[in-house]
């Protein structure tokens, strides 16, 4: 495998419609990058457990188990997880990109981020606007992490919003717009 690598994990199945996309975005090829590096870059039904830190409050790995939506838990995920499938992947970077279903609350819990309820069982990560801070200064949100379900347009500009106040935060002032 590369030095560098980007892993796509989703805790849903595998959509059919990811072929559609994958032809549409030259950055998709899966199967190139299989033949590349020698690994599909994708996982599917694949539940993010922990992070791991180096002790410095850094992270170094990403911690996951496979998950069956099979077997529906009450009160719960409509998944469970599988005993016994616990992987770790190697980590400098983790990015959340986590759609229609919001945060987990596991992962806020572990990284000191409070969490906001709404309507429909709904929830997100507790940020200020427009500098997309939460509680750990070294933990930003953006998008439907930060806002809720929204569109898609609302992500990328608070994505952009997002890379300026890392910028500023890691550099100390920004020439982002």
């Not at 849903?12 to 032809?23: E, T």
């Not at 188990?65 to 009450?74: F, S």
């Not at 992947?89 to 609350?105: I, K, S, T």
Request: glycine share 10%.
């Amino acid at each position: 495998m590369s030095p560098f690598a980007i892993r796509y994990l989703s805790v849903k199945a595998q959509c059919p419609l990811l072929r559609f996309v994958k032809a549409q975005c030259p950055l998709l090829r899966f199967e190139e990058a299989a033949a590349r590096f020698g690994d599909d870059p994708r996982a599917f039904c694949i539940q993010t457990a922990e992070f791991v830190d180096d002790g410095k409050g850094n992270v170094k790995a990403v911690k996951t188990i496979e998950v069956d939506w099979q077997v529906m838990t009450e009160g719960g995920p409509p998944f469970v997880p599988i005993p016994g499938t616990e992987k770790e992947y190697p980590a400098d970077l983790v990015f959340l990109a986590l759609g229609f279903l919001g945060p987990e609350h596991p992962v806020a819990d572990q990284l000191g981020v409070k969490i906001k309820e709404g309507r429909g069982g709904m929830s997100w990560y507790d940020a200020e606007h427009e500098k997309y801070t939460t509680d750990n200064e070294k933990v930003f949100v953006a998008g439907d992490c930060r806002r809720g379900q929204s569109l898609v347009v609302w992500a990328i500009n608070e994505g952009r919003g997002a890379a300026r106040e890392v910028d500023r935060y890691l550099m100390g002032s920004t020439d982002l717009p």
